[in-house]
């Protein structure tokens, strides 16, 4: 206690001013923060570091994604690129149906004159495409699709979820009708349904446009996931707001005046961000299998852009002879989907520990 | 059976009607809006014989009345003739084709439930041992695997490299794999299903109370644990069911099994629109009505379930 402080009698009511002197620097060291206070999300994340399984599994993801992103930039040979064909010339049959490391009689040629040739690693498809690259960018389109897919889902289910969530009564009551019927319907078949229609009547609209790379089958496949699968995130995150709104943080908001928008947005859905991350991870995977799933029945991708499904499809003609063609993009599509579903898994237990079974 | 179950079940069998009603609907109008018909192929007919064939077939009426004659052909189960396998009703290939499927359906749903029962209890008894752990690592990996994958892969093995069975499923034997891979996804669900529901039960105080009392161990699985353990698994019947379908029909081509799933494809590429739209019709009721009766059977097996 410093001395220009007046003494305060024992008895006396006047306020004790030593009480608000200033702070010595000893009692401003106590104050000082000695680490980063954690956040809700630097939480969970060092909670999923200490998963090994989830961090493989990322590790694993990151680098399937870093491969398909930027190998294709650099390789010698094109997805579409029938080697054996030179515009002018008679094809040269020697391209196709390559064994892995194998190359055709012109790349002997030149590889006896001394030029060095990049491998056909997996070797070529029945129309001498190097099947390598056929295989990155299958990769690529079926985690693009898997990604998006579920971006799709999520705005339109966290949207309308908290929506119906929000103003509950009627409202809750018709639009949750509505997922009911949605939710009842047996998604497969309605996608393969949808995607024969979407097939015929899309190919006419975007013929030309930079949609038509793409295909009618890939659009069909984000239109049917746009109608069909945002039903369960949206019932997911109805039943959060459900409870979030008995919290008395959005009361108080809405006591101030907050519009109901501005509570949705700052206040609810910041507070299901565990359930939207979970879900939005273990979409991902679902949406890799239906894609993978059309795309086998013929109703994905356009020919001659590849997924890992009709690859597997297309190389079951020539299964006997070549079964590398078959195993190669099924074992691809095993450890993206099994990654994603561990990874999944272990944000669920690290952001959710309650949801943890 | 009170009344608040009796009113769960009306309520449940409305939806049902109006979603089967719907599916019929939806797919009426969505088979309705592609462009070209179906008798639109490379060598085109002449405009005369075009519109002979749509009057054959109803096609040149007004889209609602086509609509009400289907909704009443559906009714009665008649899906009108196929377009492209000429004289033949599209009811007679489906019952044709569902027989087949149902024997190979059947089997793999039964296959994936006495295994998958067997292995989840397993592995809940020997709970963090090795036996439970293998478990759990092989039922992980092979949900992760699409039933074209696991198909492919067996095919394959069993039939090109060991040369063990039949590829071709017109046999008995060559039956054998693709109940196999339909079986395999279901299996491993329900293996984990029973797993969580029965490490939960053998943790309640009745489990404890019937060891104590000395009841043989076996007994104790079977009689006391399994029968409550095996309540979660009946409301996956319907998915079950549903997702046995839906795979059958990679499945079915994959081993050239004459079944449904096999016309369906085939119809899908051959664009004969009444048989898309009878067999998505018929495929789509019956996971309806097994959704349907797996979670009455839920409530019925389980009275404690909130029926609200």
């Known amino acids: 206690m410093s001395e220009k402080m007046p003494k305060k009698n024992m008895f006396s009511l006047q306020l004790d001013l030593s009480s608000f002197e200033a702070a010595t620097e000893e009692e401003k060291r106590q104050q000082v923060r000695m680490r980063e206070s954690t956040t809700f999300f630097k939480d969970g994340m060092r909670r999923l570091a200490k998963n090994k399984i989830a961090m493989i599994c990322l590790c694993l993801i990151v680098l399937v994604v870093l491969i398909v992103t930027f190998v294709p930039s650099f390789y010698p040979y094109e997805y579409s690129d029938q080697l054996g064909v030179t515009p002018g010339?008679?094809?040269?049959?020697?391209?196709?149906?390559?064994?892995?490391?194998?190359?055709?009689?012109?790349?002997?040629?030149?590889?006896?004159?001394?030029?060095?040739?990049?491998?056909?690693?997996?070797?070529?498809?029945?129309?001498?495409?190097?099947?390598?690259?056929?295989?990155?960018?299958?990769?690529?389109?079926?985690?693009?699709?898997?990604?998006?897919?579920?971006?799709?889902?999520?705005?339109?289910?966290?949207?309308?979820?908290?929506?119906?969530?929000?103003?509950?009564?009627?409202?809750?009551?018709?639009?949750?009708?509505?997922?009911?019927?949605?939710?009842?319907?047996?998604?497969?078949?309605?996608?393969?349904?949808?995607?024969?229609?979407?097939?015929?009547?899309?190919?006419?609209?975007?013929?030309?446009?930079?949609?038509?790379?793409?295909?009618?089958?890939?659009?069909?496949?984000?239109?049917?996931?746009?109608?069909?699968?945002?039903?369960?995130?949206?019932?997911?995150?109805?039943?959060?707001?459900?409870?979030?709104?008995?919290?008395?943080?959005?009361?108080?908001?809405?006591?101030?005046?907050?519009?109901?928008?501005?509570?949705?947005?700052?206040?609810?859905?910041?507070?299901?961000?565990?359930?939207?991350?979970?879900?939005?991870?273990?979409?991902?995977?679902?949406?890799?299998?239906?894609?993978?799933?059309?795309?086998?029945?013929?109703?994905?991708?356009?020919?001659?852009?590849?997924?890992?499904?009709?690859?597997?499809?297309?190389?079951?003609?020539?299964?006997?002879?070549?079964?590398?063609?078959?195993?190669?993009?099924?074992?691809?599509?095993?450890?993206?989907?099994?990654?994603?579903?561990?990874?999944?898994?272990?944000?669920?237990?690290?952001?959710?520990?309650?949801?943890?079974? | 059976m009170d009344s608040k179950m009796a009113f769960y079940i009306v309520k449940r069998l409305l939806l049902a009607l109006l979603t089967v009603f719907l599916i019929i609907t939806i797919t009426f109008f969505v088979m309705k809006a592609i462009p070209g018909g179906p008798f639109l192929s490379e060598k085109a007919p002449s405009p005369a014989v075009t519109a002979m064939l749509e009057a054959k077939y109803g096609l040149d009426k007004p889209i609602m009345e086509q609509y009400v004659t289907y909704l009443k052909g559906v009714v009665t189960l008649d899906f009108g003739p196929s377009i492209k396998q000429r004289g033949r009703e599209v009811m007679d290939l489906i019952t044709e084709g569902f027989k087949v499927s149902a024997k190979l359906g059947g089997s793999a749903a039964a296959l994936a439930i006495v295994i998958g029962l067997v292995l989840g209890s397993l592995a809940a008894v020997f709970h963090n041992k090795w036996v439970d752990k293998l478990i759990m690592v092989t039922s992980t990996a092979s949900v992760a695997m699409p039933s074209f994958v696991i198909a492919t892969l067996l095919l394959y093995f069993f039939c090109i490299r060991f040369q063990l069975l039949p590829a071709n499923g017109q046999t008995a034997a060559g039956l054998i794999l693709p109940i196999i891979a339909l079986s395999l996804y279901p299996m491993s669900y329900i293996t984990r299903l029973t797993r969580s529901s029965m490490l939960d039960v053998l943790g309640q105080d009745y489990i404890r109370t019937a060891n104590a009392k000395g009841v043989s161990p076996s007994r104790v699985l079977f009689k006391h644990a399994l029968k409550n353990a095996v309540t979660p698994v009946i409301t996956y019947a319907g998915p079950m069911i549903a997702y046995i379908l839906t795979g059958s029909l990679v499945v079915e081509r994959i081993f050239a099994v004459p079944g449904l799933g096999k016309y369906f494809v085939s119809s899908i590429i051959n664009r004969d629109y009444p048989m898309v739209m009878g067999t998505t019709i018929f495929l789509a009721c019956l996971m309806v009505i097994m959704t349907l009766v797996s979670d009455i059977l839920y409530k019925v097996f389980d009275p404690r379930v909130d029926l609200s």
């Open chain 1, 89 to 357: 010339q008679p094809s040269d049959a020697s391209y196709n149906n390559l064994k892995p490391f194998e190359y055709g009689e012109t790349e002997l040629a030149r590889i006896a004159a001394g030029e060095k040739i990049f491998p056909h690693i997996f070797g070529t498809d029945a129309s001498g495409r190097d099947y390598c690259i056929r295989i990155i960018y299958g990769t690529r389109i079926s985690l693009i699709v898997g990604f998006f897919a579920s971006i799709i889902v999520l705005i339109i289910g966290v949207i309308y979820g908290s929506i119906s969530g929000y103003y509950g009564g009627k409202v809750d009551i018709i639009m949750m009708r509505i997922v009911d019927i949605i939710y009842s319907l047996p998604d497969m078949l309605m996608i393969i349904l949808f995607s024969v229609v979407f097939k015929q009547t899309l190919d006419p609209l975007i013929e030309g446009t930079a949609l038509a790379k793409l295909g009618s089958g890939m659009i069909s496949i984000f239109l049917v996931f746009a109608l069909l699968y945002w039903v369960g995130m949206a019932r997911l995150i109805r039943g959060q707001i459900l409870s979030i709104k008995q919290m008395d943080y959005v009361l108080n908001a809405r006591s101030i005046g907050a519009k109901p928008g501005h509570i949705i947005r700052r206040h609810m859905i910041p507070n299901c961000i565990s359930v939207i991350i979970i879900s939005t991870a273990l979409q991902i995977p679902s949406a890799i299998f239906t894609e993978s799933f059309l795309s086998f029945l013929g109703l994905g991708v356009a020919i001659p852009m590849p997924s890992l499904g009709s690859l597997a499809s297309n190389a079951l003609d020539g299964i006997i002879s070549y079964p590398s063609r078959l195993i190669i993009p099924a074992v691809i599509i095993c450890i993206i989907v099994l990654s994603l579903n561990l990874l999944g898994d272990g944000l669920r237990d690290a952001f959710d520990p309650k949801l943890k079974k």
